[in-house]
């Protein structure tokens, strides 16, 4: 009986305890052989590499032969349905695809980088299955300490140090309002299942009139909790660290940043507001996500203008899709949220195509004097390369939104929750905005095509490029070829969306 038990509460766990077990294989076998004169950097960081891609691999082949059982489980800590059982492919596929683009690497040789990543993995995973605010606040902050420890991995930099210390600081802030918001939501109901926390909200508005008015209490603790998620997710006015965050770390940590913590993040904050908070989001609430969404749209634009570097500038141009992002939560109609994951879908093609061209880029042998960091950079890329020119110009035409890329249809179907719940101002100052925002994507193509130079330098192409090359290749053909057939992306969304039907 125990036995059943224990396999029925561990089944939907099969994917992370095959990763642990991973990360406990690597711990063993790079403590064991980092001392041999033998098998030393970077043959062991490459070894622990393959290892830890072979364990996402596998995972997701675990979790493709297994079938979803919608329960909860571990005490209600939690929680087995479509949302957790299909994002969890969401966070395998790119984690497999960031693998692959960044796995060669002159910087990273210390082992222990791949095992972060692993245990970061399974951070994610369990997060989106969380259902209690305890599990939550405990994933939370596990998940932000292993990217605290990214974040200043390459210990020779101090501007990757400055970064860590920054995120470290601002992000203790932001544990703190959540910890804060959750302790005063459950001193007034105590309660800590989301499941109990959408009883009681759902019978508040009744019983309110019988009891002490608790509403300026529940306000503060929302405000507190949806501040720390926004945080998270790098929404403005609460963006600060993420530019500097993105300069200080490394190439691969800043595409880590900007692709899988989203995921899980967007999803537990989704789980708060149309699973929780349904019924009770009043209209201070309402009218503060109507604000992060216009500042985020706003600062996201204003503030890539200014950016000569192309981390910062993808820092900025996350702000701006966030807006989107916030734009589909703030119609509070849970139908629409097929077209917030078709979104982050496309999104998160876009930005590992984004990632994978500069990965591709930066390994050219340019001259001393030539950073790649810079803009400045692209003004060679239609002369030593025109393919690669043209893959960019693709990857930035979709970024822009321009038909028929699929960043134009992403868009659209988020302006259309939009106009069907009556944010017109809204819409009109994010379409505004985004016409604003075509300009400083077209410039990079300026840069790349239509610069005058003074000299000509042909940049030496490393040829262990391949993988990146591969990578780069496919997510451009996507991002090409993606408005000939809907119905892939629709079927998964609507997998994903049947969580929020009841």
């Known amino acids: 009986m125990l036995i059943n038990i224990f396999y029925i509460t561990s089944y939907p766990l099969i994917t992370e305890l095959f990763l642990f077990l991973i990360v406990c294989f690597c711990l063993i076998f790079g ?15 490459k070894s622990i590499h393959f290892f ?22 571990w005490n209600n800590l939690l929680s087995s349905d479509a949302l957790a059982f299909y994002g969890k492919f969401i966070i395998l596929i790119f984690a497999i695809i960031w693998s692959n683009i960044f796995s060669i690497s002159k910087v990273i040789l210390n082992f222990e980088f791949w095992i972060i990543i692993l245990l970061n993995i399974i951070a994610l995973c369990l997060l989106i299955q969380a259902n209690d605010l305890l599990s939550i606040y405990l994933l939370i902050e596990f998940l932000s300490l292993t990217l605290y420890i990214l974040t200043s991995i390459n210990r020779t930099s101090e501007f990757s140090t400055e970064s860590g210390l920054k995120y470290f600081i601002l992000g203790a802030f932001a544990s703190a309002l959540l910890l804060f918001g959750f302790s005063l939501l459950y001193s007034f109901t105590g309660l800590t299942n989301l499941q109990d926390l959408l ?44 530019p500097d965050v993105y300069e200080g770390a490394l190439n691969s940590v800043t595409s880590f940043f900007a692709l899988l913590p989203k995921i899980a993040i967007l999803s537990v904050l989704v789980r ?60 509070l109609n849970s139908f629409n949220l097929i077209y917030l994951f078709i979104y982050l879908f496309i999104y998160l093609f876009m930005s590992s195509a984004f990632f994978a061209f500069f990965a591709f880029f930066s390994n050219f042998q340019f001259p001393i004097y030539f950073i790649p960091r810079f803009f400045t950079s692209l003004s060679f890329l239609n002369w030593t390369n025109p393919s690669l020119a043209l893959l960019f110009s693709v990857i930035l035409f979709s ?51 239509f610069t005058d130079i003074t000299f000509f330098y042909l940049p030496i192409v490393n040829s262990k490029d391949k993988g990146i090359a ?12 993606y408005f000939f057939d809907f119905e892939i992306l629709f079927s998964f969304a609507n997998l994903l969306h049947s969580a929020f039907l009841h």
């Open 31 to 45: 403590s064991i052989y980092s001392n041999s004169m033998l098998v030393y950097f970077p043959v062991l960081t």
């Open 52 to 73: 830890s891609l072979q364990g996402i691999f596998f995972s997701l082949i675990l979790l493709s032969n297994s079938s979803p059982i919608f329960f909860s489980y």
């Open 199 to 242: 009883i009681f909200f759902t019978s508040y508005s009744t019983i309110s009139t019988y009891f002490i008015n608790l509403d300026w209490v529940f306000f503060i603790s929302i405000s507190c909790i949806l501040i720390s998620f926004l945080f998270k997710l790098g929404a403005a006015p609460f963006h600060f660290w993420l």
């Open 272 to 331: 708060f507001i149309f699973l929780t908070f349904s019924d009770y989001l009043n209209n201070e609430i309402y009218i503060f996500l109507i604000i992060c969404t216009f500042l985020s749209s706003l600062i996201g634009t204003v503030g890539a203008f200014l950016q000569t570097k192309w981390k910062r500038f993808i820092a900025f141009s996350s702000v701006t899709h966030i807006s989107f992002f916030l734009l589909n939560l703030c119609s």
């Open 399 to 449: 970024f822009a939104g321009i038909p028929p890329f699929p960043g134009f249809f992403a868009k659209f179907f988020v302006l259309y929750t939009g106009i069907s719940s009556n944010f017109y101002f809204l819409i009109f100052s994010l379409l505004i905005l985004n016409c604003i925002s075509c300009f400083y994507y077209i410039n990079l193509i300026k840069k790349s095509y």
């Open 470 to 481: 591969m990578s780069l290749s496919s997510l451009s053909f996507i991002i090409l070829f």
